[in-house]
C-alpha cells in the first residue's frame, strides 16, 4: 500500500521564480494538507484541501496557493519566490475524520537561490 | 492564540539512560495531541494520538501520557536506533488546524 507520494524530492529554483510541488495521497485518504518546514523548526501549517476545496489556511501569503483533483492528489504553488521561502515542503494525508495522525510523505527540499 | 512548546530542544542519553521529553500547550478545546518522530531529510513518522487527560499509549520502548496543560513522551531504555526528532501537535476544537511543536532532537550514544 503506497503511502503518501511527493515530487520532486529536491529542487533548486531563482528568487521571483514560480513552482509547483505535487503530492499524492496515501490510498483511502481523500484529505491533503502542506506544512513548510525551515531547517531545525517544526513543520507550518500552509493550507488544508478536502472535496478540492481549501477547507482551512495558516498565516501564508497569498503568493502560496494550491488545487486538489478529484482523484484526492494535490498541488502546492508558490509564485514570487523569496530566499525565505528554502525550505522542506510536506504533504501529509488523512482521512477526514482524523483518528489516527496525518501520513506524511517525505518531502521536497527547495531552495531558492 | 494556540501554542506548542516543547523541552529540552536537544537531549543527548547513552545507551538504556531512560528521559522524557515535554510538550506544553495552551489550546482552546482539546481535540487531539499527536506525537510524531522524524529521521533527517524524512517526513514525520506518526506514533500516537492522546485525547483526554490520563491517557496512556504505549510502543515498544515509548510511552506517551497527557494531562490538562502537557503531554509527555517517556523513552526506557533508548537504544541508538531511537535517535531522531521528537514532534509534539495539537489540534484544536474550534478549527481542526493541527499546530507542531519545534521538536526535541534526540541523540543517543553507544
Known amino acids: 500500500d503506497a503511502g503518501v507520494t511527493q515530487s520532486p524530492t529536491h529542487l533548486i529554483k531563482t528568487r521571483g521564480q514560480q513552482v509547483t510541488l505535487r503530492c499524492s495521497p496515501k490510498?483511502?485518504?481523500?484529505?491533503v494538507s502542506w506544512y513548510q518546514q525551515a531547517l531545525g523548526q517544526g513543520p507550518q501549517f500552509i493550507f488544508q484541501?478536502?472535496?478540492?476545496?481549501?477547507?482551512q489556511r495558516g498565516n501564508f501569503p497569498d503568493r502560496f496557493s494550491g488545487h486538489q483533483f478529484p482523484n484526492y492528489s494535490s498541488e502546492l504553488n508558490v509564485n514570487a519566490l523569496l530566499l525565505g521561502d528554502s525550505a522542506l515542503y510536506l504533504c501529509?494525508?488523512?482521512?477526514?475524520?482524523?483518528?489516527?495522525?496525518?501520513?506524511f510523505g517525505s518531502g521536497t527540499r527547495l531552495t531558492v537561490v | 492564540e494556540d501554542q506548542v512548546t516543547q523541552s529540552p530542544e536537544a537531549l543527548r542519553l547513552q545507551e538504556g539512560e531512560s528521559s522524557s521529553l515535554n510538550c506544553s500547550y495552551t489550546v482552546s478545546g482539546l481535540r487531539g495531541l499527536f506525537w510524531y518522530r522524524q529521521d533527517p531529510g524524512k517526513g514525520p513518522e506518526f506514533l500516537f494520538t492522546l485525547y483526554s487527560a490520563g491517557e496512556e499509549k504505549e510502543k515498544e520502548r515509548l510511552k506517551a501520557t497527557l494531562t490538562k496543560k502537557e503531554s509527555f513522551l517517556h523513552i526506557t531504555a533508548p537504544k541508538p536506533e531511537d535517535s531522531a526528532t521528537y514532534l509534539c501537535?495539537?489540534?484544536?476544537?474550534?478549527?481542526?488546524?493541527?499546530?507542531f511543536g519545534k521538536g526535541t532532537r534526540l541523540h543517543i550514544l553507544p
Open positions: 501537535a495539537v489540534q484544536a476544537e474550534k478549527d481542526d488546524k493541527i499546530i
Open positions: 501529509a494525508s488523512s482521512f477526514v475524520v482524523l483518528r489516527h495522525g496525518y501520513t
Open positions: 490510498s483511502g485518504h481523500d484529505t
Open positions: 484541501y478536502y472535496e478540492e476545496e481549501e477547507r
